[in-house]
């Protein structure tokens, strides 16, 4: 069965920086792109960053040139590198396959005060 566990949230100031990571069980990590959705409070969940199983990478505009998403492919571990954080970062951040296959994982929160 795979399993994600995520770590690495908190809060932070407006400008800081958060490194989060995701260690991932199972084939999943090897035969999959995986990502980094995000779920604000009343919102949709959203990708934010992906990642293929070669290394190709897409961002979502909002957070080109701030986060970089990254995979260690001998850990099966991707990480998100979160800097300039701002207050509409504001969210429980949570890694799966893309597209999203996995149950829902218990996702880190990350809260950037203004």
């Known amino acids: 069965q795979v399993q994600l566990v995520e770590s690495g949230g908190g809060l932070v100031q407006a400008g800081g920086s958060l490194r989060l990571s995701c260690a991932a069980s199972g084939r999943i990590f090897s035969i999959n792109a995986m990502g980094w959705y995000r779920q604000a409070p009343g919102k949709q969940r959203e990708l934010v960053a992906g990642?293929?199983?070669?290394?190709?990478?897409m961002y979502v505009d909002s957070v080109k040139g701030r986060f970089t998403i990254s995979r260690d492919n001998a850990k099966n571990t991707v990480y998100l590198q979160m800097n300039s954080l701002k207050p509409e970062d504001t969210a429980v951040y949570y890694c799966n396959a893309v597209p999203w296959v996995v149950p829902r994982s218990q996702g880190t929160q990350v809260t950037v005060s203004s």
């Open positions: 990642i293929t199983s070669g290394g190709g990478t």
